[in-house]
Structure formats: structure tokens, C-alpha cells
């Protein structure tokens, strides 16, 4: 990727405009792909409550402010989220002790296995779209990929990269 990195003053990109573009174009077949998986499994879970599986899956028994944070979103509308997976049993809450008022959200036995069934179809569907380039261009792309979300991780931190 030439050039400079990022925007300048003006909010310009500063960035090879064919590299950003390409970056955007990935990031909607990934989503695309999570939410077909998603979907096709029919696990009762919209794609947002899917993330929010993730974190905890991630994370193990975490209090829902930190979840929150971790999706980029607010407690509340990680309440809402919960409310339904709790519903459906793939998540349970727990209240905090001494504190009380912190909840703490942990997945059920049957919210790990939606989470390994929809990881499952995602990785198959990755699988099955890299068989079409040669085996030195799949290690290419991992290198690059692996470096620039390095990179990414290193500046940005955990700001809602669960997907």
C-alpha cells in the first residue's frame, strides 16, 4: 500500500484510493458472508446479537458494560440484545456480589455451539472462495492481511471489531 497513511488536515484521504476502495469492497463480502451464515443456520439471532455471542465467547462471563464497550455501543442496547438471546437460551445473566447492580453475561452451552456452528459455516464459505487463487497468492494475501490488521489492532485497540 503506498503513499501516506490516513487523511490529511482537510479530512482528505491520503491513501491510494484503489487500496481503500478494495478495503471497502472486502469488508462487505465479510459482512455479507457473516450474515449469511447467520441466516442459513437459522439460529434465531440477528446479526448484532451474533456479535454480542461472539464477545462472550471471546471473553468468557463479562459484566454487560464491558460488553458494551467492546461492541462500540450502548449498555442499553446491549440490554436489548440480551434480552432476546436470554430468551432463547444462549445466554444467561448473573447479578455481581457484592455489587448487585452489576450484570455480568455469560453464554449457555447452547449459545457456544451457535458460535462454533456459524464460525464453522463462515470458515467454510472463506475456504471455499481462497480455492480459487493459487497457493502462493493465499499466503500473500495472509501476510498482508495478518500485517495490516496487526498494524490496525496496534492504533485502534478493540473499538467494535467483533464480526
Known amino acids: 500500500m503506498g503513499g501516506e497513511h490516513g487523511t490529511d488536515g482537510a479530512g482528505e484521504l491520503t491513501s491510494a484510493p484503489e487500496t481503500v476502495t478494495s478495503l471497502l469492497r472486502m469488508t462487505r463480502l465479510l459482512v455479507g458472508i457473516a450474515t ?3 441466516d442459513e443456520l437459522d439460529v434465531g439471532v440477528s446479526l448484532p446479537q ?6 462472550l465467547s471471546e471473553l468468557g462471563p463479562t459484566p454487560s458494560a464491558r460488553v458494551a464497550d467492546q461492541l462500540g455501543t450502548a449498555p442499553s442496547s446491549v440490554t436489548r440484545l440480551a434480552d432476546h438471546l436470554e430468551r432463547v437460551g444462549y445466554v444467561v445473566r448473573r447479578r455481581e456480589r457484592p455489587n448487585r447492580s452489576v450484570v455480568r453475561l455469560e453464554l449457555t452451552t447452547t449459545g457456544s455451539e451457535v458460535v462454533e456452528r456459524v464460525g464453522r459455516r463462515r470458515a467454510a464459505e472463506l475456504d471455499r472462495l481462497l480455492t480459487a487463487l493459487p497457493p502462493h497468492e493465499q ?3 495472509a501476510e498482508l492481511v495478518t500485517r495490516f ?3 490496525a489492532e496496534h492504533e485502534r485497540g478493540d473499538h467494535g471489531s467483533v464480526l
Not at 451474533?50 to 464477545?55: I, K, P, S, T
Open 36 to 38: 449469511e451464515a447467520v
Open 50 to 55: 451474533f456479535r454480542l455471542l461472539l464477545v
Open 139 to 141: 499466503a500473500q494475501l
Open 149 to 151: 490488521c496487526d498494524r
